[in-house]
Structures are given as structure tokens and as C-alpha cells.
């Protein structure tokens, strides 16, 4: 239980600089991607 929590955490904190680097068109790219499936789930 203790090592998952910390691989948890260790996964988190590795990770955060690279989300907070990308670039802003990278960004914008997945905020289309996200409404576009988005609108496809509600047409649905």
C-alpha cells in the first residue's frame, strides 16, 4: 500500500514539470481534441 501511494506520488512530481513546459500551441491542441470529442459523445 505504502509503495504504491509513493509511486504515486513520485510518478506525480516527475511529471509536473513537463506539463507545466509545454508549449501553448500544444495546449490549444488538446483543448480542440478534447471539445471535438466532447461534442461527438453528445451527438451520440
Excluded: H
Excluded at 15 to 35: G, H, I, N, V
Amino acid at each position: 500500500m505504502f509503495v504504491r501511494l509513493l509511486y504515486k506520488m513520485t510518478r506525480k512530481l516527475i511529471s509536473l514539470p513537463s506539463t507545466l513546459l509545454r508549449s501553448d500551441a500544444a495546449k490549444d491542441a488538446e483543448r480542440a481534441y478534447s471539445a471535438t470529442r466532447m461534442r461527438s459523445c453528445a451527438d451520440s
